[in-house]
């Protein structure tokens, strides 16, 4: 068998506050008929990154409501997930292609592994590229399978891509977190465009007394009464580590008592942290002011949750990425974020609320020090990031998005009030940039050969137009 995450159930009550009991009562309406459904969802890790975030979070709500939810894990050695990282890195464009071995061992780990995939199920969602290839292998049964990629796809290595595609051949659906994400040569029948989201009410995001926060970073040896600056990331490459550290070696010139926590967890299916952590460690050699923290070490969800809450900024340098939790997770506490223009960090950081996006280790270390010395207005900048992620980030409208999904690959007719979710499947008014269901009336046009298009905001909508065929191969994709 694979091995399955123990993630328990958790009462949807609870989100009462957070998110109003009207959302709660439009998901419960959702999953009326739904209720007994059979759902799988396989990753490759149970801690450390966003997947392992959302469905630690997702799993025991569709138990509670009513659906018999499933969160298993496949497993391989060192080598297979060395291989799936090569594979991740080269599906966000990086250079090298796969060795022949290397192949060779994502097969037969995703072989060994369809073997323990022994249950039946009504839907199986599989994340990301690591178990892609267990439908191949496995075989659809009578199930509908659909595959959740959560990183930027959009410029694959094409020897990466090429190797990948044909796994996913016989998935009814591919679920990308931005329009703009989805590769050429997507041999899929159905696309949705769904954007990931954070649980207000996990331990990481709940509200913590700001005298508690500081015994927690205290504890750790933070100088709560100093400056603080923070990144929360897997140690990766594509989050620039290093850049964080250069970027606050400038700021430090005009803030001597600055300190910098880079807060990072080692997640089981990427052995590259550590290459990497040696590496910062390396570079923050001599420097007291700089704390490396890691889950190894107890650094977990309530002390991610108290740096997000004290920093006087959270930086999130990434150079590609998928969406980047982090950054509605610390908008969500009303933290300034300096972030790199990349992937899902800009549909976050909109309009100039909650931070500001950067470039380059100078524009990052530009912005931070602004911020570090204009106090109140850095507040009142990170308080105006909080409303967009009430409004778009949190659990419940991916829940209600993922239940629409469900409901109509199963085939099962819904009552919706059309208001259920702000995210929409094929077929629905919707922004192709940014995958928001959209009301006609409100809705912004763009004409582009002829035909008329409809986006959530001048943002997006400016963004189709720069690069049309980019967002119309979702379109081309559903035929
Ligand atoms: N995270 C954590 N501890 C760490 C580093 C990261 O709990 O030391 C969490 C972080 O809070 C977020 C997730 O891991 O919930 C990272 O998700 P994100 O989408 O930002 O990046 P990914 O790792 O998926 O590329």
């Known amino acids: 068998m694979l ?6 159930v958790q009462s949807l009550s609870r989100y009462d506050a957070s998110v109003g009991a009207g959302a ?108 892609l290839a267990l439908l191949h292998f496995h075989g659809k049964g009578q199930a509908r399978w659909a595959w959740r990629c959560h990183i930027d796809t959009s410029e694959p290595n094409p020897q990466v891509w090429d190797f990948l595609q044909p796994f996913v051949v016989g998935y009814d659906a591919a679920v990308f977190t931005l329009g703009g994400f989805v590769p050429e040569r997507l041999p899929v029948p159905r696309l949705e465009i769904i954007p990931p989201a954070i649980d207000p009410e996990s331990p990481k995001n709940l509200d913590l007394p700001p005298e508690i926060a500081q015994r927690v970073l205290s504890w750790i040896g933070v100088e709560v009464d100093k400056p603080l600056v923070t990144q929360v990331s897997r140690f990766d490459p594509w989050k620039d580590p290093l850049g964080v550290i250069e970027s606050y070696r400038l700021v430090k010139r005009e803030v001597p008592d600055l300190q910098l926590a880079l ?16 590496q910062i460690q390396e570079a923050a050699t001599g420097d007291p002011g700089i704390h490396l923290f ?34 509605s997770e610390t908008l969500w506490k009303r933290t300034p974020v300096v972030a790199g223009d990349a992937g899902g960090i800009p549909l976050q950081l909109r309009d100039g609320a909650g931070g500001f996006l950067v470039h380059s280790v100078e524009e990052c270390a530009e912005r931070t020090l602004w911020l570090l010395r204009h106090p109140e207005e ?12 009430r409004e778009r980030f949190l659990l419940t409208r991916l829940i209600a998005d993922e239940l629409r999904l469900y409901a109509s690959l199963a085939g099962v007719a819904q009552h ?42 001048e943002p997006c909508r400016r963004q189709f137009l720069a690069e049309p065929a980019r967002f119309l191969r979702a379109v081309a994709t559903q035929g």
């Open 3 to 8: 091995e399955t995450v123990d993630a328990g």
């Open 24 to 131: 709660l009562a439009r998901l419960h309406e959702l999953a009326a008929p739904l209720r007994g459904l059979r759902v799988l969802h396989v990753n490759a890790t149970p801690y450390g990154g966003g997947v392992a975030e959302i469905l630690r979070s997702e799993v025991p709500l569709l138990r509670d409501l009513g659906l018999v939810a499933d969160w298993k894990l496949i497993t391989g050695d060192e080598a297979f997930f060395r291989v799936t990282k090569k594979i991740h890195n080269g599906l966000q464009g990086a250079e090298p292609a796969l060795t022949p071995e290397e192949q060779e061992a994502y097969l037969t780990n995703s072989i060994r592994n369809a073997k323990l995939l022994e249950e039946s199920y009504d839907i199986v969602v599989v994340h990301d590229p690591q178990p």
């Open 263 to 278: 807060v990072g967890s080692m997640a089981l299916d990427d052995p590259e942290g550590w290459d990497m952590y040696r």
């Open 294 to 327: 890691t889950n190894l070490t107890g650094v977990s969800n309530v002390e991610v949750n108290a740096f997000q809450r004290l920093s006087d900024v959270v930086i999130q340098k990434s150079i590609r990425e998928g969406f980047g939790l982090v950054v």
């Open 378 to 389: 850095a507040r009142e900048l990170g308080a105006s990031g909080k409303e967009r992620v």
């Open 416 to 457: 919706t009030d059309g208001r259920a979710a702000l995210v929409g499947l094929t077929g629905e008014p919707r922004d192709m940039v940014c995958g928001m269901r959209l009301d006609r009336a409100k809705a912004l046009i763009a004409d582009y050969e002829a035909e008329e298009f409809l986006f959530c905001s």
